[in-house]
């Protein structure tokens, strides 16, 4: 049963003069922003990241998570993994840094050794739409948290609901909001749920099962050859979904190793690219004929991608790679336009503004760089957490949002 730890009282006062708004420009209400393409798209972005100009205006202590903050106008949200046994969702107020509330359940889980290395924390990151936090347990459960308070208003339980098995690496894939429906990839299927009651309107693409059958990468609306679709991507196919029935309207085997599609393929134009561990970069164009819609292979590279979801400006690819490295591809003719000669850390979350990217590296260091196909331009670098990250920086206003494995920062920026 979910427990609502209500620490600070002022909530109610909070609440009462005003009300949670819906996400806009410059909120960052789900995994990679409010786009969900890892682009800031407010005015402001940092000139440098010196401590005169970001400086840190407030910190609070927490367990680990891999899940990133969301943001709204007045407060941000973010996970934990308590003691080991419980998972813990906070709200804390935006201007303060003070707690709001914070809700938690029993559901850790160990994952496999191989992965364990870097810890068995709550993995997937909560979306919000202006009333509801959805929050996704590690053993492919998903809750609905009243904004304002933290208290449950539904819940799934995929594996009891729908007697798979819990996921091996626990539920990874981020949700998505779009109006007044939810997906996921979870139970080893796609789910559209009504986020009022979070009742089943369709699953699709049934997987076995088990280590094969949940998602790492996550769900995304876009428009590809004319038509809205539901892109996804499984262990083992990339699939663009009709987001009214959940039929699968085209499809497409990714190579991996032992399924391990794990960022989610980027969309420009009426192309996807995508890369998997241990294999290749792709190219796929989606195209609509008389007899509906088919993909192929516009061009494959050597590089490999891994955890990180690249960002796509002016026509280029910016990814960091499988090798801990950084690289530039041009999605025109899929050439290699540069690679870094310096490793970084194991996973570098990017989001993009313009010509600009922010990175944050595992090892907690975070990167401005102009983005070039000509050349890897570095413009400033800062150690900015004090333990490793592994969640996806959150930028909002003047405001950037990093949660490491022991903190949750909020930093202050000015050009």
Not at 42 to 70: A, H, M
Not at 343 to 357: D, Q, T
Not at 374 to 379: A, G, P, Q
Not at 380 to 389: G, Q, V, Y
């Amino acid at each position: 049963m979910v427990s609502s730890l209500v620490r600070n009282v002022s909530f109610m006062i909070l609440f009462s003069s005003t009300t949670l708004m819906a996400a806009d420009s410059t909120s960052w209400n789900q995994w990679r922003g409010p786009s969900r393409t890892g682009f800031y798209l407010g005015e402001l972005f940092p000139s440098n990241l010196s401590k005169d100009s970001l400086k840190l205006s407030w910190k609070v202590s927490l367990g680990p998570s891999y899940s990133g903050p969301v943001v709204s106008d007045q407060f941000v949200f973010t996970t934990e993994t308590k003691n080991k046994e419980f998972e813990v969702a906070h709200a804390y107020d935006r201007k303060t840094g003070k707690e709001i509330w914070s809700t938690e359940w029993k559901g850790s889980m160990s994952v496999p050794f191989f992965a364990g290395s870097n810890g068995s924390w709550i993995r997937s990151t909560p979306a919000f739409d202006g009333e509801n936090l959805f929050v996704a347990g590690m053993k492919d459960l998903l809750v609905c948290l009243d904004a304002k308070n933290g208290k449950e208003k539904w819940r799934i339980d995929f594996v009891e609901q729908f007697k798979t098995p819990v996921p091996s690496f626990g539920f990874v894939s981020s949700p998505l909001v779009d109006g007044n429906v939810l997906y996921v990839q979870a139970g080893a299927s796609v789910f559209k749920l009504d986020k009022k009651n979070g009742s089943v309107i369709w699953r699709s693409m049934k997987d076995s099962g088990g280590m094969n059958g949940s998602a790492f990468s996550s769900p995304f609306v876009c428009e590809i050859a004319g038509q809205k679709q539901l892109l996804v991507q499984t262990r083992e196919k990339l699939a663009g979904l009709n987001p009214d029935t959940g039929e699968a309207i085209w499809s497409k085997t990714v190579p991996s190793f032992r399924g391990m599609n794990i960022f989610t393929p980027v969309v420009s134009g009426d192309n996807i690219f995508a890369s998997t561990y241990q294999n290749k970069s792709w190219l796929y164009s989606v195209k609509k004929g008389d007899n509906g819609f088919s993909v192929n292979d516009v061009w494959e590279n050597k590089l490999q991608g891994y955890m990180s979801t690249p960002v796509i400006i002016n026509g280029f690819a910016y990814m960091h790679l499988q090798n801990q490295r950084f690289s530039c591809i041009d999605l025109s003719s899929g050439e290699t336009k540069w690679t870094s000669s310096k490793s970084f850390g194991k996973y570098w979350s990017l989001v993009a503004h313009k010509n600009r990217i922010l990175a944050l590296d595992q090892k907690g260091i975070l990167y401005l760089i102009e983005a070039d196909p000509k050349e890897l331009k570095i413009l400033d670098t800062r150690e900015i957490a004090e333990s490793e990250s592994w969640a996806h920086l959150a930028i909002s206003g003047d405001q950037i949002f990093i949660r490491d494995l022991k903190n949750l920062s909020v930093f202050q920026f000015q050009n």
